[in-house]
């Protein structure tokens, strides 16, 4: 029996049993039948990924369908050790299983009006991280989620987004890290249980250890913006961003997760739960229409592989910098300060507070600011590294994505990495460079 076949004897055999006994409101309901299929459109790099169709019989005689997503790890053992899947797969059941549902409970008994916590996610039917005979003897990580395709939630733009999705992305997030903030403030002794429950997925580890994957994208992306800028000549006359290009160079190239794990330092104000790969591949959102992309309602994220418990910046910066910055840069302080402005609007609901109560004074935007300053190069080292994959040609694409998976420590891997997406990609890399440096969020090399 293929592996492929395994799973999906798993899905549709055991799976519902195990749904069934999770799902309180669903425990006394009877299976009728359960049919998997391969999403190859959604396959991932570390998971295999199925639409599942649950049909169950209610207590009243009454057939109900549940479509529902289920991710289920691929890969041999030696694979899984190799890419860290073990240990993202595991954090991202732990997020779903124990941070988001201690998350809601923790709102059910401080109600709030401003957001609701049932719509961050698709609702979750199951997640654990265990060994199931029925698949092998390794430990695996099921996950099933509600599939929202029916309901119209899709995908966004490939790459850029415009201002009302980048506002619905903003909010949604403030809403999420307002949590953690309430948490800090009431002294929730569950912050710091529920932190410890988290493998530590770090850039560096305390012995020393490095993420070679990430060094080498890192490396490869920094290289093509070096490059740019001292081909760049309008840039030489800015001495002091070519002095800040210098720098970084001298800091950073060789080792560029030292200073990426100095940017996930926490702090005892702006620290919070993260998604951790907050961007437009992991949300879906609502249109008012079925077509086109002009008006969305709301969205829900997934795919909490790289949560972390570290700055709130990583979840912004990330995905603000994805987009052309010359297309958002007048908005960017709004963004920032719509951030700013939900999440105190939701912290005051939740501690049912004034604005002026003392407790708040840490979280003010000053404050806020400063600390987004100190942290915003992780987005911009994402976008170095990240954007090349999203904003270049299919074909293009389809070769980098290959390469990854079976050879990126290759020249052709760095080398095509140089080049792709051509001049309107290089614009992109030179333009959030400039803006970091605007911004100030280069002084850290200083």
């Known amino acids: 029996m293929t592996d492929q076949q395994k799973k999906i004897n798993f899905i549709e055999n055991s799976l519902p049993k195990l749904i069934l006994e999770r799902n309180e409101e669903l425990k006394n309901h009877d299976i009728v039948k359960c049919t998997a299929t391969p999403n190859s459109q959604l396959d991932g790099f570390m998971a295999a990924i199925y639409s599942v169709e649950l049909v169950l019989k209610n207590p009243n005689e009454e057939i109900e369908t549940h479509k529902i997503i289920v991710k289920i790890m691929k890969g041999d053992h030696d694979f899984r050790e190799k890419t860290s899947s073990f240990l993202q797969c595991s954090n991202e059941i732990y997020s779903y ?31 654990d991280h265990k060994v199931y005979k029925e698949l092998n003897d390794d430990v695996e990580c099921v996950l099933a989620l509600e599939n929202l395709t029916p309901q119209g939630f899709r995908l966004g733009p490939r790459i850029d987004l415009d201002e009302k999705h980048l506002s619905l992305m903003v909010e949604h997030i403030a809403s999420y890290h307002a949590v953690s903030y309430a948490m800090r403030i009431k002294n929730d002794s569950m912050f710091g249980e529920l932190a410890s429950g988290l493998n530590p997925f770090e850039f560096l580890s305390d012995d020393g250890k490095e993420m070679q994957s990430y060094n080498i994208l890192y490396k490869i992306g920094l290289e093509r913006v ?26 950073m190239y060789e080792r560029p997760v030292v200073i990426m794990q ?8 702006f620290c919070v739960f993260l998604h951790g790969d907050y961007n437009r591949n992991n949300v ?23 949560t972390r418990v570290a700055t709130p910046t990583i979840d912004l910066a990330f995905f603000m910098y994805m987009n052309n910055i010359p297309t958002i840069e007048g908005i960017w302080d709004e963004l920032l300060e719509l951030y700013h402005r939900t999440y105190m609007k939701c912290l005051i609901d939740i501690l049912k507070c004034e604005e002026n109560d003392p407790r708040l004074l840490p979280y003010s935007y000053e404050n806020f600011i400063n600390h987004f300053t100190k942290h915003a190069f992780y987005g911009v080292m994402t976008c170095f590294h990240f954007v090349p994959f999203m904003a270049c040609s299919s074909e293009e694409c389809e070769r980098i994505s290959y390469l990854f998976e079976t050879d990126m420590k290759g020249d052709e891997f760095r080398q095509i990495l140089q080049v792709c997406g051509g001049k309107s990609l290089d614009d992109r890399l030179i333009s959030a460079l400039v803006h970091s440096h605007k911004k100030g969020y280069l002084k850290i090399f200083d």
């Open 97 to 127: 299983r124990n941070v988001i549902p201690y998350f809601k409970k923790f709102i059910t008994e401080n109600p709030v009006t401003t957001f609701n916590p049932d719509k961050w996610v698709p609702r979750i039917y199951y997640a």
């Open 226 to 251: 070096f490059t740019l800028a001292e081909k760049t000549e309008e840039l030489h006359s800015d001495t002091a961003l070519m002095d800040s290009v210098k720098k970084i160079k001298e800091k």
């Open 262 to 269: 100095k940017l996930l330092a926490k702090d005892d104000t």
């Open 284 to 306: 879906l959102f609502d249109y008012e229409k079925s077509e086109g992309f002009d008006s969305p309602l709301e969205l829900r994220m997934f795919d909490y592989q790289e």
